[in-house]
C-alpha cells in the first residue's frame, strides 16, 4: 500500500537557551517518522533532522534571529513546511582571562560581547569552602582580592542583553599563587660540595625553586618535595641561599636568604723539593676560607704519614727507591676542601750493595746482585786506570766484557730510574780477572814416555797446569815455573798439549794446543811357524800408532827381510836347523819408528832322505832312513784304508819297525824330525807304498804303487 506524505506540524514555541541552538515543540503528526527543523536568518539556512519533539537546530550564531520552520517526513515523503515562527540565539559568554597576581587576589579579564549592555561575574572556593563573592559590571575586568593563597577557585562569567537575558555561562578555574615557604634549613655535605635545602611546605604548592648565589654564580634546583639538593657548589664561596614556591598561578616571594659557607678549595701551586736524601720539603700557596691544612705523604708501599699545619710548607723523612704520592687539604668549618692534584715525587733509586762475580775469565767478569728499590736500569763500571769499560741493563746481571787478563779492575754498580736518573753515591769493589793464557815455547821428548812443556809465565802467582790431552785419558803437569814433565805418557797416541794458568781470581783460557805424537806401540804378541822347511810365517798384534812392519831374522848365514802393511809375513829361504835372531821395527804414519826385541828363533831339524820300507816277518814292515844328524829324532807315520801307524824310535835311530800292519793296503809313508816344543811337522815329503798279501817284498815309490806281499 502505497503512503502518503504526512500532514504539516504546527510549531507551538521557539526559545533560545544557549547561544548557538534554539530549541522548538510541536505537536506529534500521526504517520510522521522524523521531523526537518529549518532555522533561517537571511543569510544562512541551517537544516537538522529530530525524531520527536522538542528537537534543536545547531550551529547558529549568537544574538541572531532566525525564522523556524518544521516539516513532518515518513517514507511517502516530506509534508509542506509549517508556518515560521521567530526566535532569537542569546548572548555569547564572555571568554574570560584570569591570573594571579599575589597569593591572596585574583585578576579577571574578558573581551566585549556583542550586543551585551553588563556582566556579572562571581568567583567561590572550588572545594564549596566559604562563601561566593558575585560582582555586576559593565567593565571588561575585576579583581577578586583577601583570598585564600594556593587555593583553587571557580569563577563564572555571563553577559546580558538590553532586556535583561542571560546570555551564555563562561567558568574558568583559578588557583591562587601559593605563600613564601618557611622554616628553610641548608645541610651542607662538604664531601660531594653539595647542599640539601629544606623547608615546610605551603598550600597549592605543584613544586619549588631553589637559588643559592654568589658573587661567582647562580646555581638552581627545582622540586616538588620539601627538599632540594644543590650541586656542584663551588669551593671557597659563600652563597645566599633562598626558596620560591610555585603553581599554575605564577610564583610566591622569595624566602628570606640563608647563608652558605662551602669548603676551602684544594690549596694550588704545590712545590715538592728533597733538600738532601732523606729530606723532603712540601710548600703551597694560602687559600680562601682555610683555616689550617693537612698534608698526606703515601708512599708506593701503602705506608702514610701527615702533617697539619696552619702555615703553607711541611717536612718529611724520605727513604731511596719510593715513589711518594702527596696530596695537600685545606679544612675550615664547614669541612675538607676537595681533593686536588695528588702529586707524586720519586726519590733516587737504591744502590746495589751485594755485587759480586759469579764468572771471571781472562777478559770477562759476570756481575750480579740483588734488585733494589726503584731501579729501573742498572750501569755497571769497571775502571783499571787505563780504561773504563761500561755494561746497561735492565736486568741484575751484567757481563764485562773486552778486559784485560790478569788486572785488577774497581768495579761499581749504579742504579737508575728515568725521573730522578742515576745515584752517584753507590760504593765500588775490585775484581781481578783470571790470569793470561800461557803460550807454550816448547815440547822435548826426555824418554819414550815422557815429556817436558815450556812456556812463558806472564801472570803474578799464578799456577800452570799443562795437560796432554789423548784418545785413552789425560795426563798433567803442575808448576808455578815457566815448565813441567808429563811422564807415562802411552805409545802410539797422538796428544793435544795445551796449558792454563790459575790464579785466585781463576783459570785462564787454554794455551794454543800443540800436537804430540809418541813412538807406535811394539806388538805385545809375536808368532813364528814353520809352514815348509825354508819358510816359516810370522805373525804379531797390531802395535798402537803402527802402519808398517819391518820383520828381521838374522843368522850367521845371512839376514832376511819383510816389509809389510799387515801385522804377518811369509820369509822363505830359511835354513833347516838353524838358529835366528828375530826383530821387529814399527812404523807410524808420521815416520816414528819402535825396534821390538823377540825371543830368538831355531829353525826345524832338516827331512830325513833315503826312506825305504823292508819286511820284518809275516806282518811287519822296517822304515829306514838317512839322518840328517845323529842326535835328531823322528817320528813315522804310515796312513791307509785299514789304518793308521805311527812310530817314535829313540833319537839318533834311523829306522823304525811297525809291527802287524794289515797287508793289501796303499800306507802313505811320512818321516818328520820331532820338535823339541810345538806340534808335528807336517811339511816333509810323503811316499807312497802298496803292502801285497804274497811274495816277499815291499813295493815303494813315490806317488807310485809298489806290491808288498804278506803270507
Known sequence: MQLTAPEIPVIDQAYSKLSNSITVEWAAVPGATSYLLTAQDGESLIENTVINSPGTVTGLKAATLYKITIRSINSGGRSLPSPSKKAKTVLAAPVLSVSSPSYD?????????????????????????????????????????????????????????????????????????????????????????????????????????????????????????????????????????????????????????????????????????????????????????????????????????????????????????????????????????????????????????????????????????????????????????????????TATICILSALHCNTQYNITVYSFNEIRGSNTSCSSKY??????????????????????????????????????RGETGLWHCTNSGNSCSITDLPCGSVF???????????????????????????????????????IINISWSVGAGAQTYVTTLESPKGQIKCHTLQNHCLLGCITCATNYTVSLQVISESGLTSDCTYQDYSSSACCPSGVKLYRLGNNGIRIHWRASARSIKYSTDLYGSKGNFTCTPISGLSYCDVTEIPCGDVYTVVVSPVP???????????????VTCSGSSVGMGTRTHSEFHLY
Request: hydrophobic share 35%.
Open 496 to 534: 793435544s798439549i795445551s796449558a792454563v794458568a790459575s790464579t785466585t781470581a781463576g783459570q785462564s783460557l787454554p794455551s794454543s794446543s800443540v800436537p804430540l805424537e809418541t813412538a807406535p806401540c811394539c806388538p805385545t804378541n809375536m808368532t813364528v811357524t814353520q809352514v815348509m822347511q825354508s
Open 676 to 690: 823339541e816344543r810345538g806340534s808335528k811337522l807336517t811339511f816333509c815329503p810323503k811316499k807312497i807304498y802298496s
Open 431 to 468: 775484581v781481578a780477572t783470571a790470569p793470561c793464557s800461557p803460550e807454550i815455547k816448547n815440547i822435548s821428548k826426555d824418554d819414550l814416555s815422557i815429556i817436558s812443556v815450556h812456556w812463558q809465565a806472564n801472570n803474578d802467582e799464578a799456577m800452570y797446569t799443562v795437560t796432554a
Open 105 to 393: 587576589s585574583i585578576v579577571v579579564r574578558w573581551e566585549a560581547v556583542n550586543m551585551a549592555v553588563g556582566f556579572s561575574v562571581s568567583i567561590m572556593r572550588s572545594d564549596g569552602l566559604g562563601s561566593m563573592m558575585k560582582e555586576n559590571t559593565t567593565q571588561t575586568s575585576l579583581v577578586f582580592t583577601s583570598l585564600d593563597p594556593g587555593t583553587l577557585y571557580t569563577i563564572k562569567a555571563h553577559a546580558w542583553n538590553v532586556n535583561g537575558i542571560p546570555g551564555d555561562d563562561f567558568t574558568y578555574n583559578q588557583i591562587t599563587s601559593p605563600h613564601a615557604p618557611s622554616d628553610i634549613q641548608v645541610a651542607f655535605d662538604s664531601g660531594a660540595l653539595r647542599a640539601t635545602v629544606s623547608w615546610m611546605p605551603t598550600e597549592g604548592t605543584l613544586n619549588y625553586s631553589v637559588t643559592a648565589s654568589c658573587e661567582a654564580s647562580n646555581l638552581n634546583c627545582s622540586t616538588s618535595s620539601t627538599s632540594c639538593t644543590l650541586a656542584s657548589l663551588h669551593c671557597g664561596s659563600e652563597y645566599s641561599v633562598y626558596v620560591v614556591a610555585n603553581n599554575g598561578a605564577g610564583s610566591s616571594k622569595p624566602t628570606d636568604a640563608v647563608s652558605l659557607r662551602t669548603v676551602p678549595c684544594a690549596p694550588g701551586s704545590i712545590t715538592i723539593k728533597e733538600d738532601s736524601p732523606g729530606d723532603l720539603s712540601v710548600s703551597w700557596s694560602n687559600v680562601d676560607l682555610g683555616d689550617y691544612y693537612v698534608v698526606f705523604v703515601k708512599s708506593d708501599d701503602g705506608l702514610e704519614v701527615h702533617c697539619n699545619t696552619s702555615h703553607t710548607q711541611c717536612q718529611f723523612q724520605s727513604d731511596c727507591g719510593f715513589t711518594y704520592f702527596i696530596s695537600v687539604f685545606a679544612y675550615n668549618k664547614a669541612g675538607q676542601s676537595p681533593l686536588g692534584d695528588v702529586f707524586n715525587y720519586t726519590t733516587a733509586p737504591c744502590c746495589p750493595s751485594d755485587f759480586y762475580p759469579v764468572f771471571v775469565s781472562s777478559n770477562t767478569v759476570e756481575i750480579v746482585w740483588s734488585p733494589v728499590r726503584g731501579a729501573e736500569m742498572y750501569e755497571t763500571k769497571a775502571v783499571d786506570g787505563i780504561g773504563i769499560v761500561l755494561c746497561n741493563d
